[in-house]
C-alpha cells in the first residue's frame, strides 16, 4: 500500500531497523499515534512481502519535508504488535550505542533483540501459543503438624521435594513417577495447597540467603556488592578469586536479595554446556525456576520468557551471550561468570564483546555488573587496577581446601616413548593416584584422533578441499573432518598421491588418541572421554558429569568441556597434555589464553579435602608462562604481560580494528583491498596506521579468498566514525564480502 504525503496532523513517521538484508533505517508512516510509538515492534511493507521491524525513532514532521525526497510515496507501517512486545526504551538506547561502537546499523542488531518474536511468527504460531514454564515445590509455611495430617503416600511426595535436592520437577507425572506414586496424588497435593507451582522468577523461599555459610572474606564481598546494589547506581566490580574461593556463593547471595526487592537479574556463562548444571543449582539455592536463555530452548518457551523480561516481571535469567540482548525492563544486576573467556566474543554477523557490552549496559541502566574470574583479562584487570572497576580478592579456597601443587615435566629431559603422548613418569603418578582410589583428569586442548595425516613415502598431506587448513582425524565418529567448514569425508585406507597403503601416518594427539593410549596403560580403570564432538546433546555431558562427581569414573579425559565450572570432590591429580599448543602463533593474547586455560583446569584439583597435584608435560619449562605457573604468581604474570602490550601499543593500551575481505574471484578481493588501503592514506594523520592487505592465516574458507587488514589507532573510540567513513570509501561489488570486527580477539 502507498501512502502519499498529506498534511493530517495524526500522521506520524518513523525510522524503522527491518530484519532484511537493508544496511540502513527505513522511514514509513503510522496514522494511529496512540498505537505506535519507539521500541515498537511492527509489519512493515519491503518490496512485495511483509517483513518484522523496530520502531528506532520518530522522523519530526517540521512542516516542510513535503520537499524531502524521503517523504515521496512513503509507504505505510501495517500491523503494530501488542503492546507486550515493546522494546523498552532503555533497552532501545542499548541496542544504539552498541551499533554505535561495532560501526553497524541497527538492523543488523535487532534480531538480537526481537528475533524470538519474528522465528515464532514464522512458524505459524499464534503470540499467544506459549505454555507457562514452573517448578513443583512444597508450600513455604507449611509445618511439621500439618505434614503429619497427610497420607503416607503423600509425605513421600514430600519427602522427594524435601530431601531429593538433586532434581528439581516442572510436571505432576515427571514428580509422581519419582516418588512411585500415581500423578493424581500429585494433583491433589496441589488442588489443597500443599504443593505450589511457582513460575520463572517467582520465589518459593523469600529467606533463602545463608549468609552463616559464608567465610568472612566471603561475606565482606558479599556485602560490598549487596550496598552498590542497593544504591540503585552504576557499579563495576571484579571478583578476582582462586578456583575454590566461593565467588559463585558471594553473587548468588547478592542475587537472591534482588528478587527479593522483585528486580530482574541476569547471570551470563561464556558456555551452553555449563547451563544446566548452575540453573540446577540457582534453583536449589534460591528456590527459583530461572530462566534459561541459549540456543537448546524451544522458540515458544522463549517468546514466553521474553514477554515476561520485557514486563519487569522479577526474575533471574542464565544464558549465554545473546541473553545480554533480551528486552529487560527492571535489569539492576548483571554477573559476567568466568569473564575472561574468548567465548564471550560474538565474531559471525555483528562482531561484539559480550563482556564489554554487559558493562555498558549496566552503565546505561545504572545497575551493577559483577565481573567473576580466577584468571582475569588483561583489559579487566588494568580497569580494576586503574580504579575503574572495584576490585575484591578472594585468593583462598573456601573451607578447609588448599590450591593444588603445580609442576612442570620437562619433556626434553624426560622424552616421551615412540607413539606416546604420557611421559613414563607422568603415567607412574597416574597410576599411584588411581590405586589409592582418587580420580585423574587428563587434559588436551585438541578435539578428534590427530590433527594431520600424512604419507610418510610421498609426503601427502590430507587436506580440506574448500579451506587452507588439514582435515582432522574423528576415528571414533569414523570420518575426518574440517574444523572451518565442516566438510567430511571417510578415513583413507591408501594415499591419494601415491596409493600407497602401508605409510599414511596419524600425526599429533587428540583427545581421542588419548583414550586410546589412556585405556591401554589402565586397563582396568572406568575411563570417560568427554568434547563437543562427543557430547552433543547435553544429556550426554550431564550424565558424564554426574558419573565423574559420584565417582563411578576414575579417569576423565577432555576438552575445555571440563577446564571451567565444575566441582568434583575426589579429583586430586590433573595433568596436561600438549601444554605448549596454544603459545605460539598469529595471536598476541597466545601467552594470556594458555595461562588462563591451564590455570582453569588446574583448579579442578583439590577442591575439597585431599590435596590436588598438577603436571604440565612441556619442552619449553623456561617460557615465563610455564614458571608464573608453576609459581602461582597470577599479578606477577598479569604485570608481565601488561608490559609487553604497553611497549607494542597493542590492546589494550592502543585499538585495533580487523577488516576481512573475501570472495570466490582472488583478483576482485585483492584489487578491493589495494583500494581501501589506498583510501585509507588520509587516516594516518589521525594517528591510524594501516597494516596489510595480507592473506588471512586461514587464505581460503569455503573456496573463499580471504584477505586481511589491520587497523592500529590509539585508544579513541572517536576514531571509529572516521574508519566508518573509511569502510563506506570504496564502491563494493556483490561477489565481495567485507566484514569488521572492533577489538578483534582471534586473527584467522
Not at 505459524?124 to 511439621?144: D, F, P, Q, T
Not at 557499579?235 to 547478592?254: D, I, M, R
Not at 603422548?421 to 588436551?444: K, T, Y
Not at 562427581?549 to 571440563?562: E, H
Request: glycine letters at 6%; charged letters at 20%; aromatic letters at 8%.
Amino acid at each position: 500500500m502507498i501512502m502519499t504525503r498529506t498534511n493530517e496532523s495524526c500522521v506520524r513517521y518513523f525510522n524503522v531497523a527491518v530484519i532484511a538484508p537493508v544496511n540502513k533505517l527505513l522511514i514509513y508512516s503510522y496514522s494511529d499515534s496512540c498505537l505506535c510509538d519507539i521500541g515498537s515492534i511492527v509489519k512493515v511493507p519491503l518490496g512485495s512481502r511483509q517483513v518484522l521491524g523496530l520502531i528506532c525513532e520518530e522522523v519530526l514532521d517540521t512542516g516542510d519535508t513535503a520537499s524531502d525526497s524521503r517523504a515521496v510515496n512513503i509507504r505505510n507501517i501495517v500491523e503494530v504488535l501488542p503492546e507486550e512486545f515493546r522494546i523498552p526504551e532503555v533497552c532501545m538506547n542499548f541496542l544504539k550505542r552498541v551499533a554505535r561502537y561495532t560501526m553497524n546499523p541497527v538492523n543488523a542488531l535487532a534480531p538480537l533483540t526481537m528475533g524470538i518474536v519474528q522465528h515464532y511468527i514464522k512458524s505459524g504460531n499464534m503470540l499467544s501459543g506459549a505454555r507457562e514454564e514452573y517448578l513443583i515445590a512444597v508450600r513455604e509455611n507449611l509445618s511439621h503438624e500439618d505434614t503429619q495430617k497427610l497420607t503416607a503416600i503423600q509425605r513421600k511426595v514430600i519427602d522427594i521435594l524435601t530431601h531429593n535436592d538433586s532434581e528439581r520437577y516442572s510436571s505432576e507425572t515427571a514428580l509422581a513417577r519419582a516418588a512411585t506414586v500415581s500423578a493424581g496424588v500429585v494433583k491433589k497435593l496441589i488442588e489443597h495447597g500443599v504443593l505450589v507451582k511457582v513460575t520463572a522468577g517467582g520465589r518459593v523461599n523469600t529467606n533463602l540467603r545463608c549468609l552463616s555459610l559464608l567465610s568472612h572474606i566471603q561475606q565482606d564481598a558479599y556485602q560490598q556488592i549487596s550496598d552498590a546494589c542497593l544504591k540503585q547506581t552504576y557499579a563495576a566490580f571484579l571478583l578476582f578469586g582462586v578456583t575454590g574461593s566461593g565467588k559463585t556463593e558471594v553473587y548468588l547471595n547478592v542475587v537472591a536479595e534482588c528478587l527479593d526487592r522483585g528486580e530482574q537479574v541476569l547471570v551470563m556463562l561464556p558456555e551452553i554446556s555449563l547451563t544446566d548444571t548452575f540453573i540446577q543449582r540457582v534453583e536449589q539455592r534460591l528456590g527459583v525456576k530461572a530462566i534459561k536463555w541459549h540456543s537448546s530452548v524451544s522458540i515458544s518457551q522463549k517468546l514466553l520468557m521474553w514477554q515476561r523480561i520485557a514486563s519487569g516481571v522479577p526474575c533471574v535469567v542464565v544464558g549465554a551471550r545473546s541473553a545480554l540482548f533480551l528486552p529487560f525492563a527492571n535489569l539492576t544486576l548483571i554477573i559476567v561468570d568466568e569473564e575472561h573467556d574468548n567465548s564471550y566474543k560474538q565474531e559471525d554477523k555483528v562482531a561484539y564483546s559480550a563482556r564489554d557490552m554487559a558493562v555498558l549496559r549496566s552503565s546505561m541502566c545504572d545497575a551493577v555488573v559483577v565481573l567473576c574470574t580466577a584468571t582475569p583479562s588483561i583489559e579487566t584487570w588494568l580497569n580494576a587496577c586503574s580504579g575503574k572497576y572495584q576490585r575484591i580478592n578472594l585468593q583462598s579456597r573456601y573451607g578447609s581446601s588448599v590450591m593444588p601443587e603445580v609442576s612442570l615435566v620437562n619433556l626434553r629431559d624426560l622424552p616421551l616413548n615412540k607413539n606416546s603422548w604420557i611421559a613414563p613418569v607422568v603415567a607412574d603418578e597416574i597410576r599411584s593416584v588411581l590405586e589409592d582410589g582418587m580420580q585423574v583428569m587428563l587434559f588436551i586442548n585438541r578435539r578428534g584422533y590427530a590433527p594431520l595425516t600424512l604419507c610418510r613415502k610421498c609426503g601427502y598431506r590430507f587436506a580440506c578441499p574448500n579451506c587452507t587448513s588439514w582435515l582432522v582425524e574423528h576415528r571414533s565418529l569414523k570420518y575426518m573432518m574440517c574444523h572451518y567448514c565442516n566438510y567430511r569425508c571417510g578415513i583413507p585406507d591408501i594415499c591419494t598421491s601415491c596409493s600407497d597403503s602401508e605409510n599414511l601416518v596419524s600425526c599429533g594427539p587428540g583427545v581421542e588418541r588419548l583414550t586410546e593410549e589412556a585405556s591401554i596403560l589402565f586397563p582396568e580403570v572406568d575411563i570417560i572421554t568427554l568434547s563437543s564432538d562427543l557430547v552433543k546433546k547435553p544429556g550426554i555431558l550431564k550424565q558424564g558429569l554426574h558419573d565423574i562427581a559420584s565417582r563411578k569414573k576414575q579417569l576423565m579425559i577432555g576438552t575445555q568441556v571440563l577446564s571451567k565450572g565444575h566441582h568434583f570432590p575426589f579429583l586430586t591429580l590433573v595433568v596436561v597434555i600438549d601444554a605448549d599448543t596454544g603459545l605460539y602463533g598469529c595471536d598476541f593474547r597466545a601467552s594470556e589464553k594458555t595461562w588462563q586455560l591451564i590455570r582453569q583446569v588446574a583448579g579442578r584439583a583439590g577442591r575439597e579435602k585431599y590435596s590436588g597435584r598438577v603436571l604440565i608435560q612441556t619442552a619449553f619449562p623456561d617460557h615465563p608462562v610455564m614458571k608464573m605457573l608453576v609459581s602461582g604468581d597470577d599479578e606477577g604474570f598479569l604485570r608481565f604481560e601488561s608490559n609487553i602490550r604497553s611497549r607494542a601499543c597493542a590492546p589494550p593500551f592502543g585499538r585495533y580494528v580487523a577488516v576481512m575481505l573475501s570472495g570466490k574471484d582472488e583478483t576482485t578481493v585483492w584489487n578491493i583491498a589495494r583500494a581501501y588501503v589506498k583510501n585509507g592514506e588520509s587516516m594516518r594523520g589521525y594517528g591510524i596506521c594501516i597494516l596489510g592487505p595480507a592473506p588471512a592465516p586461514v587464505t581460503y574458507i569455503r573456496r573463499n579468498m580471504r584477505v586481511r587488514i589491520l587497523l592500529k589507532m590509539k585508544k579513541d573510540i572517536a576514531l571509529l566514525d572516521i574508519v566508518k567513513r573509511w569502510l563506506d570509501s570504496v564502491n563494493v561489488p556483490s561477489s565481495v564480502l567485507v566484514s569488521w570486527d572492533v577489538d578483534p580477539y582471534t586473527f584467522m
